[in-house]
């Protein structure tokens, strides 16, 4: 059963044609130009307004004004145009979340271009580009599994060996998560990167999100919750996580949104390493399979 707003809007234009009259372009209920968006806004809380301000927007809708001329100038001799598609009701009030979208993406290229002042040598930091390469492979996913995996093999206590094998585990699951969304996303690395990275892979040419920054905020959260650290080295952790993520936008290769949501991605990770933790009692297969080797 059709919702009373659908019912209005899905009503032909010309079914009411005594209420346009006060409200023709130009007039003060339209507002003229694109004021009609903001007005359309308040339509929606002013009951009684939705016919008026649905005949409006369709009225101004690019679609609409492709084909047939605005209401007014419309005589009465002419058939009225007819009821909107679906989709362009759908999509009568696109703007304000579309403004917002593409502001926030505006000020995220601005913002990334302005902070990226080690993209290149020639950069106005670039004599700290090589101090941000060195952080870059501090948070690279090869040192981080084959110093698991080293530590693994050396580590001869049973719960030594779950935290490790836990932590190889959400090494695993990032990589895999992070190539996901890049590939899904394919957002191009911003154009003032250089790419020079030490060993990627075929989705590393996206940036959305930041593999870097999802690792920092993983791995860090793993340490401060399974290794006993004095609060000076905690401290450290966080600060080498933070850092990194800024570092990702200096050098360049990231937008600040890219680092951003990497953060939140590689703090949920951890909370889903901890949700399916693997231990002897419900993965005694791999901790066999571990210790025969
Ligand atoms: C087991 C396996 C598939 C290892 C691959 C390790 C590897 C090459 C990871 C790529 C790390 C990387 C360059 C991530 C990109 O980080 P962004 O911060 O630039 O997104």
């Not at 362009?88 to 502001?103: E, K």
């Not at 075929?202 to 999100?209: A, G, H, I, N, W």
């Not at 290794?227 to 905690?234: E, G, K, S």
Request: with cysteine; hydrophobic share 45%; charged share 15%.
């Amino acid at each position: 059963m059709p919702s009373p707003r659908r019912s209005v809007e899905g009503r032909p234009l010309g079914a009411s044609a005594s209420s346009s009259s006060s409200s023709s372009p130009g007039s003060p209920a339209h507002g003229g130009g694109g004021r009609f968006e903001f007005q359309s806004l308040l339509s929606s809380r002013a009951p009684g307004a939705d016919l008026t301000c649905a005949r409006l927007r369709a009225s101004e809708s690019p679609v609409h004004r492709r084909g047939s001329f605005p209401l007014a100038a419309a005589g009465p001799s002419q058939a009225p145009p007819p009821p909107l598609p679906e989709e362009d009701r759908m999509d009568l009030n696109p703007s304000f979340l579309g403004i917002a979208l593409r502001s926030l993406l505006a000020i995220d290229l601005w913002l990334s271009k302005k902070l990226g002042v080690c993209a290149g040598e020639s950069s106005s930091w670039g004599s700290v580009r090589p101090l941000m390469k060195l952080l870059e492979i501090s948070g690279h996913g090869i040192p981080w599994l084959l110093g698991t995996l080293y530590c693994l093999s050396r580590s001869d206590s049973w719960a030594g060996r779950e935290v490790l094998m836990n932590l190889l585990f959400a090494l695993l699951l990032d990589l895999l998560l992070v190539a996901l969304i890049k590939g899904l996303v394919r957002r191009r690395r911003p154009a003032h990167n250089q790419m020079d990275m030490f060993v990627t892979l075929s989705v590393d040419k996206y940036s959305f999100p930041s593999g870097h920054a999802t690792r920092a905020a993983l791995v860090s959260r793993f340490i401060l919750n399974h290794l006993v650290l004095a609060i000076p080295l905690r401290v450290l952790v966080v600060l080498w996580a933070l850092v990194l993520g800024l570092s990702r936008v200096m050098l360049g290769r990231h937008n600040v949104t890219d680092v951003a949501f990497g953060f939140f991605l590689g703090y949920m990770q951890y909370s889903i390493v901890d949700y399916c933790w693997l231990s002897p009692h419900n993965a005694p297969v791999l901790f066999v399979l571990w210790n025969q080797q």
